[in-house]
């Protein structure tokens, strides 16, 4: 069974440029996360989806951070415009139902670096 | 809010037993999960606590008290691949919160 895929695996840009990240789930996952990740930090939640929907989007910045996942299957994340702050390690993890006791597998992140 | 604690590093030789302990402030809480993450590498799943109690898994067992918001990983016969960053989760809502990480580094 393939795992979570996720492309590019490294990025780097100028500031005020903007980015996107492709998250490819594990089949069969309904649930999607998209995490950010700081040198020597937990993974940090930036938006849940259920299918097509996302139902826990509090931690995204909406002001330059935007997400879909529009046929409940691949998603995108996107940064415009990006900002130094911004160098970090994107996770994305899928889970069967998103239910308390599910896993979280995750993909091997897109390392972004903001020049 | 959700808050977690773990320590930020630990160092232990090859063939010894390490303890990572965690402890958590969240409302809504429902389980406490344990994941390995090397270096560059993805967090992988160890293992859940949804009830208190010892749970085995080979050479890791994780342990978990709901009355203490408590619960540690434990490492036996620790081999130089374990070094790794071990993060502690709570599970809530439907939503997980992780710990900072705790750095292991096993020396032979």
């Known amino acids: 069974e393939a795992g979570v895929v996720q492309s590019p695996r490294y990025k780097i840009i100028e500031k005020k440029q903007p980015v996107a990240f492709w998250c490819n789930p594990i089949?069969?996952?309904?649930?999607l996360y998209w995490y950010l990740q700081n040198l020597g930090q937990g993974p940090e939640l930036l938006i849940r989806?259920?299918?097509?929907?996302?139902?826990?989007d509090s931690q995204l910045p909406k002001d330059r951070f935007s997400a879909e996942r529009l046929k409940g299957v691949d998603s995108t994340l996107k940064i415009q415009p990006a900002e130094l702050g911004d160098s970090a390690v994107y996770l994305c993890?899928?889970?069967?139902?998103?239910?308390?006791?599910?896993?979280?597998?995750f993909g091997p992140g897109t390392r972004l670096t903001v020049l | 809010g959700q808050s977690l604690e773990q320590p930020s590093e630990v160092t232990a030789v090859e063939g010894a037993i390490v303890q990572i302990n965690c402890t958590y402030q969240?409302?809504?809480?429902?389980?406490l999960s344990w994941y390995q993450q090397h270096d560059g590498g993805a967090p992988t799943f160890l293992s859940y606590?949804?009830?208190?109690g010892l749970e085995e898994t080979g050479r890791f067992s994780s342990f978990l008290s709901r009355s203490d918001s408590y619960g540690y990983l434990l490492l036996q016969e620790l081999q130089m691949k374990d070094s790794a960053s071990y993060f502690c989760a709570v599970s809530y809502n439907n939503d997980m919160r992780f710990g900072a990480g705790t750095r292991l580094t096993v020396k032979p």
């Open positions: 989806y259920e299918n097509e929907e996302a139902v826990d």
């Open positions: 969240t409302s809504g809480f429902y389980g």
């Open positions: 089949s069969g996952h309904n649930t």
């Open positions: 606590n949804g009830l208190d």
């Open positions: 993890a899928s889970s069967p139902q998103g239910s308390n006791a599910d896993t979280q597998y």
